[in-house]
T-cell receptor, first 113, second 118 residues
């Protein structure tokens, strides 16, 4: 399998649930990213990992907890979310350099009820 | 501060028309990269092109062409003879740098929604 994959593609969860989003890349990249895309809003960068180390947390609430066990996998653990957290969550990977274009997964469409 | 502006929020054209999507950027860096991405209704952002700041040659790929003008800080994208399958949201992006630290982060514009009607 090639490219960037994300599971699940769709997720509906209640505000008291705990769930995790998974991202996997088969491109040999060392940088991985989580983005949030809400309706009618631009892409919001959430977290950046370079060589498994978190290098950026863009003031994301603690109810979102990322995990990067290795350069190929990235998780986003979710707990006690709010309805306004409903959005498309996109994962991306790249070479960690200025010229590295990012390759995106298909996203997880999250609905918080 | 670095910034990308896509002033056109939505564009609607009829099939076979040419359409240009505008992108204006701000940066103090002398070395930087610019990107265009396409996001079809399926949601996945698809990488279209990367251009470095030292290469101002226009590029053409099939019906797609890109016009990079450093003097006006613009990197515009033209689709010739548009097709219904071109309907998508298009994002322009700029590589972010912190002095000599090139992190790989991208600064995205707000996106332009293109609707091509049959």
């Amino acid at each position: 399998e090639t490219g960037v994959t994300q599971t699940p593609r769709h997720l509906v969860m209640g505000m008291t649930n705990k769930k995790s989003l998974k991202c996997e890349q088969h491109l040999g990249h060392n940088a991985m990213y989580w983005y949030k895309q809400s309706a009618k809003k631009p892409l919001e960068l959430m977290f950046v990992y370079n060589f498994k180390e978190q290098t950026e947390n863009n003031s994301v609430p603690s109810r979102f907890s990322p995990e990067c066990p290795n350069s190929s996998h990235l998780f986003l653990h979710l707990h006690t979310l709010q309805p306004e957290d409903s959005a498309l969550y996109l994962c991306a990977s790249s070479h960690p350099s200025i010229r590295g274009e990012q390759y995106f997964g298909p996203g997880t469409r999250l609905t918080v009820t | 501060a670095q910034k990308v502006t896509q002033a056109q929020t939505e564009i609607s054209v009829v099939e076979k028309e040419d359409v240009t999507l505008d992108c204006v950027y701000e940066t103090r860096d002398t070395t930087y990269y610019l990107f265009w991405y396409k996001q079809p209704p399926s949601g996945e952002l698809v990488f279209l092109i990367r251009r470095n700041s030292f290469d101002e040659q226009n590029e053409i790929s099939g019906r797609y062409s890109w016009n990079f003008q450093k003097s006006t800080s613009s990197f515009n994208f033209t689709i010739t003879a548009s097709q219904v399958v071109d309907s998508a949201v298009y994002f322009c992006a700029l590589s972010e740098t912190h002095g000599s630290s090139n992190t790989g982060k991208l600064i995205f514009g707000q996106g332009t929604t293109l609707q091509v009607k049959p």
